[in-house]
């Protein structure tokens, strides 16, 4: 089997085997460069056909469960294949261009990177750092990041275990095991590959992947579709108060919003009378979107799992939370979104 040197690295031998598990490495790149498969061979040769479908699959993969499945990586042939397929994922998700798309396979590829990463020793987590630009220091067993590091890598993660005052940090690093320092590079490779997509694609690669680009682009669409304003029942996006607004509007696209712009939107919602099915759809458009939690969070919010139907938050705490946006001549009057709501239904029907 071909093997990688690596150069000034200082991390020896990398075999393709492991490059095929991790092709978004440079080493990998490179390897595919030192190879003699050019972009056309990729295009049209019948002898990659089976890279293309596995590129496919790398990319509905993503769609559909944000995750890229294991593949036997024994042979030579399916070693190729499954580093090959990266190239071409990308090159197809740079077809549809969307952005929804782009979020969730690098999500998809970060989440997975994630998973397998903990099986590697510590050269390879200082090798994988370096490339996504993390500082790593190694002491008797625990890894540290600069502070300004963590925080970069971890501003999505809202939990009270991932805030900087509840961390150890010492001489302004941050201490960390490993599964929570691999957590802060996955933040760091998702934000990598978002910002390495879309690639320029010329006219040769629109014509190959037409048939997946058609077919991502109505699955995409089935996705959007399923939630839409007007599909919202009873509840009138005009009455929105802005806070709402904003957190419905950022859903739409795809965006993940905050934990706590989660808990106040679907708590509003509920309030409201949205059914849970409903909210489910409306959040199965966004990148990290995860079916079991998310409906254990509605339906925990909804009080029937908990037996508590949680009322959303008063303007203040939403103000304290940073997800107050934009407040508008009638917010000054009110103390609690839902106030908003109901002013606003009588105004239009008084
Ligand atoms: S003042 Fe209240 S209702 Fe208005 S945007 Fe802020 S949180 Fe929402």
């Known amino acids: 089997m ?9 991390y020896p031998i990398v075999d393709t085997r492991k490059l095929a598990r991790y092709p978004y490495l440079e080493e990998a790149s490179g390897y595919i460069k030192e190879s003699d498969v050019s972009i056309p061979d990729l295009l049209e040769d019948p002898a990659y056909e089976e890279a293309r ?7 509905f993969e993503a769609l559909e469960n944000t995750k890229i499945e294991d593949h036997s990586l024994v042979s030579e042939a399916e070693i190729q294949m499954e580093l090959l397929s990266y190239p071409i994922a990308r090159m197809i998700v740079s077809t549809v261009g969307d952005p929804f798309l782009i979020k969730r396979y690098a999500l998809s590829e970060a989440k997975t990177g994630t998973l397998r990463w903990m099986d590697e020793d510590t050269d390879f987590v200082r090798r994988l750092a370096e490339q996504l630009d993390v500082e790593l220091i190694v002491e008797n067993g625990t890894m540290k990041t600069h502070f300004t590091d ?11 275990g991932w805030k900087l005052i509840n961390q150890r940090v010492e001489d302004g690093y941050v201490v960390l095991n490993k599964r929570k320092f691999l957590r802060v ?12 997509l879309p690639l320029e694609v010329n ?17 995409i669409q089935e996705r959007k579709s399923k939630y839409k304003a007007e599909d919202m029942g009873k509840i009138r996006t005009t009455r929105l108060p802005p806070c709402m607004h904003r957190l ?8 993940g919003i905050p934990h706590t712009g989660r808990f106040a939107l679907v708590a509003f919602l509920r309030h409201l009378g949205l059914r849970p099915d409903d909210i489910m ?21 909804s009080g029937i799992t908990s037996g508590t139907k949680y009322t959303p938050p ?6 304290s939370y940073g997800i107050c946006y934009e407040p508008d001549d009638l917010c000054n009057r009110i103390k609690h979104p839902l106030s908003y709501y109901r002013i606003k239904g009588k105004r239009k029907t008084g």
């Open 281 to 301: 759809r409306m959040f199965s458009t966004i990148s990290d979107f995860d079916e079991s939690k998310t409906r254990y969070q509605i339906e925990h919010i």
């Open 314 to 319: 008063e303007c203040s705490t939403m103000k």
């Open 203 to 219: 006219e040769k690669i629109l014509e190959t992947f037409q048939e997946t680009t058609l077919e991502l682009i109505e699955k």
């Open 2 to 10: 071909r093997r990688f040197l690596f150069g000034e690295s200082g």
């Open 185 to 196: 590079l996955q933040d760091a490779l998702r934000r990598k590959l978002e910002d390495e």
């Open 248 to 255: 419905l509007a950022t859903v739409q696209t795809g965006e």
């Open 53 to 59: 479908i596995a590129g496919r699959n790398r990319v």
């Open 150 to 160: 963590f925080l970069k890598n971890t501003a999505q993660l809202r939990s009270k």
